[in-house]
């Protein structure tokens, strides 16, 4: 269906053969991210919050931004469906502590040596061991649900901001930094961008991304989580400007 003939749809009162068309799309978003999530989560909690988040894209879609509507209502659910996990956050705070302790030893590490850090070198730089680091990484990824929007988003996100008043300032700062993300994504290192790649765009699960790498469930999470957490890095000091620049 056209961007116009969903408005239409809408403006006609179709909501709810709208909801059935698109329910499909919220059962994959769901089943996608219950293959991170601990057994307390339930999958009909997932979609019962990522139907909400269909609503509201339904009612707030404009085709006039370019956007594919199944798009367009991808991040709304999956952002629902985030916002549900993080009322029912199940990490201990030690957990977020901890990732967020990695990532600012990425931060220094790779300003440091103007490269990429390596493992090692970020343990170092955290006086631990590399046994130690890599369960703090397995620990950080079993909190997220790895995806790119929970870095806009949640009690760590890197711009928190963005998403609370949706004024014109702000959507200028979220599309600049969707920019900054793409380009940060684009530049890490090889086997981090083909994990997110595989996960977020091709969609497979954590097993699958495994068999394509040839090592074990585990080692795709750690690599997950260090992605992420480089991301989370190196995007600071953007936020960090835009902060600047509110403040002058």
Not at 48 to 63: F, N, T, V
Request: hydrophobic letters at 40%; proline letters at 2%; aromatic letters at 4%.
């Amino acid at each position: 269906m056209s961007g116009a003939a969903m408005y239409a749809a809408v403006q006609a009162g179709n909501v709810d053969a709208l909801v059935i068309q698109h329910a499909p799309l919220v059962k994959r978003i769901a089943y996608h991210l219950m293959g991170r999530l601990p057994d307390t989560v339930q999958l009909d909690d997932l979609i019962q919050s990522g139907m909400l988040g269909l609503l509201e894209a339904l009612k707030h879609y404009d085709a006039g931004q370019g956007a594919s509507f199944d798009t367009y209502a991808g991040i709304r659910i999956r952002g629902a469906m985030l916002d549900e996990l993080r009322r029912s956050d199940w990490t201990p705070r030690s957990v977020h502590k901890k990732a967020r302790m990695v990532a600012e030893a990425i931060r220094e590490v790779e300003n440091q040596l103007g490269r990429d850090a390596k493992d090692t070198e970020v343990a170092g730089h955290m006086g631990i061991g590399l046994n130690e680091y890599h369960h703090i990484l397995q620990d950080a990824v079993s909190c997220k649900t790895f995806s790119v929007e929970e870095l806009v988003q949640g009690e760590d996100s890197v711009i928190d901001d963005v998403h609370g008043n949706q004024q014109p300032e702000d959507v200028l700062i979220q599309q600049n930094f969707q920019k900054a993300l793409t380009k940060a994504i684009s530049e890490l290192p090889e086997r981090e961008r083909l994990v997110i790649s595989l996960y977020y765009d091709e969609e497979l699960n954590l097993r699958e991304i495994g068999k394509v790498l040839d090592v074990s469930e585990s080692r795709v999470s750690q690599i997950c989580s260090q992605a992420m957490l480089r991301l989370r890095a190196r995007l600071a000091d953007w936020v960090e400007g835009k902060d600047n620049e509110k403040c002058s």
